[in-house]
């Protein structure tokens, strides 16, 4: 038997068992950039900016979250994923000239 030696990280979870996924926005970039889940997982996103007011926008998932300025409390949206594919989230504020470089990447596997 081979052993792994790279532990999978564990992902942060809300008490009632589900997903959280803590993400920060800024000029110009989302962190983390790329979350990978499963079909029919449950994902709650917890969305703060270190500076101006962004959205968090994914037309193909009809999400389009308002993300304050820095020092607002942060925007949590809950939402299930009923379909695979590669989907991506964009930043649709006028936050400045180079917000085409603020993305997420959310790849969704069979359950
Ligand atoms: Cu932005």
Redesign the pocket.
Known sequence: MTACLVQPKEPKRLPDGTRLVEVT?W??GFDPSFITARVDETIHLRVTSLD?A??LTCKDLNIDLLIPAKGATPVDFEFTIQKTGDFIFV?D?P??PA?SR?KIRLLVTPS
């Open positions: 926005a000029q110009w101006v962004h959205t930043c504020a936050c400045g917000k603020q």
